[in-house]
């Protein structure tokens, strides 16, 4: 069943703009996970935020998470050609099982 | 690469064929993951392996056989398939400490999968 939900769900901007995504969710959660997906290929883990945690920064990469919204969000900030892909939240929820649940992604396009 | 290779890259099978994807990690995971991925549906997780045991299976069909004979290998046997199973197949592995509640998973770049 499909836990996270990203919006919007296409982005297209201009390199050297910011792009936030964000992600909300339905239950209490272990972690919170953000993949990137570069077209044809799998996906690549960028950062993990755990449930105790608000904030945490990659690089151009700012995560956030409000566990009272049930919500993330996710900054690029100085966008390149290179971050066009699409990119995806993942959430471990905190009951039974081992299932790592994915939404259906947002899609960025970022133009040169 | 990321460490986990997927074969093959594409593949073309009638209805009535029997084939295999097979996944190989070289990052000393033990946990494999078999993914499905359809256009405008979200990832969904068939099944999970854990030091060579299958610790969950997500109702998956029966024509989707998984085999796992050691902590590096991971296939998924195919037969009878449907036109609906065309997708993207992703296999992932992580380490076990509690799987993905405590660690990323790597991806293979899949198998691209059409039924005809």
């Known amino acids: 069943s499909q836990q996270g939900e990203e919006d919007p769900q296409a982005l297209s901007i201009q390199e050297g703009e910011n792009a936030t995504m964000n992600c909300s969710y339905k239950?209490?959660?272990?972690?919170l996970q953000w993949y990137r997906q570069n077209s044809g290929r799998g996906l690549v883990h960028l950062i993990l935020?755990?449930?105790?945690?608000r904030e945490k920064h990659s690089g151009r990469l700012r995560v956030t998470l409000d566990t009272s919204k049930k919500s993330s969000s996710l900054l690029i900030t100085a966008s390149r050609a290179a971050d066009t892909a699409s990119y995806f939240c993942?959430?471990?929820?905190?009951?039974?099982?081992?299932?790592?649940?994915f939404g259906k992604g947002t899609t960025l396009s970022v133009s040169s | 690469e990321t460490g986990v290779t997927q074969t093959p890259r594409h593949l073309v099978m009638g209805m009535t064929n029997k084939k295999s994807l097979k996944c190989e990690q070289h990052?000393?995971?033990?946990?494999m993951y078999w993914y499905k991925q359809s256009a405008k549906k979200p990832l969904e997780l068939m099944f999970v392996?854990?030091?060579?045991?299958?610790?969950e299976n997500n109702s998956v069909p029966s024509r989707f056989s998984p085999e796992c004979p050691n902590s590096s290998h991971l296939f998924l046997h195919l037969h009878t398939l449907q036109p609906e199973d065309s997708a993207l197949y992703l296999c992932?592995?992580?380490?076990?400490?509690?799987?993905?509640?405590?660690?990323?998973?790597?991806f293979g770049n899949g198998t691209r999968l059409t039924v005809t």
């Open positions: 993942a959430t471990v929820p905190n009951q039974a099982g081992t299932a790592l649940i």
């Open positions: 990052l000393g995971h033990n946990a």
């Open positions: 392996y854990s030091l060579e045991e299958r610790v």
């Open positions: 992932a592995s992580s380490p076990w400490t509690g799987g993905p509640k405590n660690s990323p998973l790597h």
């Open positions: 239950t209490s959660i272990n972690n």
């Open positions: 935020i755990r449930s105790n945690e």
